[in-house]
Structure formats: structure tokens, C-alpha cells
């Protein structure tokens, strides 16, 4: 059974650091592009940043670019989100999707990604 869990969310104070984990099992993520996804409440799903099947390229969402930091270890089969310097409005539930590729490139685009997983909670908050 193809599967992908997130953990590492939780509540943390503003200006905090934490960090996503996505573990893929089932499969390997050799040939996946991933991307990590957040839903805040009352709010559209959007991308907050990719990385290809080798880890060569990346993108990220302006609102967290110089804060995130999206990384794989493919042994492990795990991609990583660090998130610092957290702010109130990143708190949702973020997603991580993998999606299968022929070229090493990742596009934030939800309609790409073929397997998703159940979400983490992130909430900041003083």
C-alpha cells in the first residue's frame, strides 16, 4: 500500500522553529517530485514548496521563501520542510504530495500530485 506520513507539527510560539517530516512507505520516492501543501482554515489549499526526484531543484511559495527550507534524504525515503521564524498566518495543515516525474523538476501545482497524506497541524500562536 502506497502511503505518505507527515509528522513534526504542533503549536509553537511566533518567531519558533519546527520541523515537517514526510515519510513515504510502500513505495520508494526515488522518482517522485514532492511538495508540501498547507490549508489554513477558511482558506484555499496552496503550495508552500517542491523538490524534485534528486533534490536538485526546488521552489517555494513567496511568503515563506528565506523561512522554509524543503530538503530530501532519499535512503531514507523521507523529505523534510524546516520551517523558522513561523509567523501566525503559516498556521494550517500541511500536506505533503508526491508526485511521479520523468524529468528532475517540481512544479507547485496540486493537480500534478498523485499521492497525498493526512496532514499535520501546525498552529502559532503566542
Known amino acids: 500500500q502506497l502511503q505518505l506520513v507527515e509528522s513534526g507539527g504542533g503549536l509553537v510560539q511566533p518567531g519558533g522553529s519546527l520541523r515537517l517530516s514526510c515519510a513515504a512507505s510502500?513505495?520508494?520516492?526515488?522518482?517522485?517530485?514532492i511538495g508540501w501543501f498547507r490549508r489554513a482554515p477558511g482558506k484555499e489549499r496552496e503550495g508552500v514548496s517542491c523538490i524534485s526526484n534528486s533534490g536538485g531543484s526546488t521552489n517555494y511559495a513567496d511568503s515563506v521563501k528565506g523561512r522554509f527550507t524543503i530538503s530530501r534524504d532519499n535512503a531514507k525515503n523521507t523529505v523534510y520542510l524546516q520551517m523558522n521564524s513561523l509567523k501566525p498566518e503559516d498556521t494550517a495543515v500541511y500536506y505533503c504530495?508526491?508526485?511521479?516525474?520523468?524529468?528532475?523538476?517540481?512544479?507547485?501545482?496540486?493537480?500534478?500530485?498523485?499521492?497525498w497524506g493526512q496532514g499535520t497541524q501546525v498552529t502559532v500562536s503566542s
Open positions: 504530495a508526491a508526485a511521479y516525474v520523468h524529468r528532475d523538476i517540481c512544479i507547485m501545482a496540486a493537480g500534478l500530485y498523485g499521492y
Open positions: 510502500g513505495f520508494t520516492l526515488d522518482y517522485y517530485a
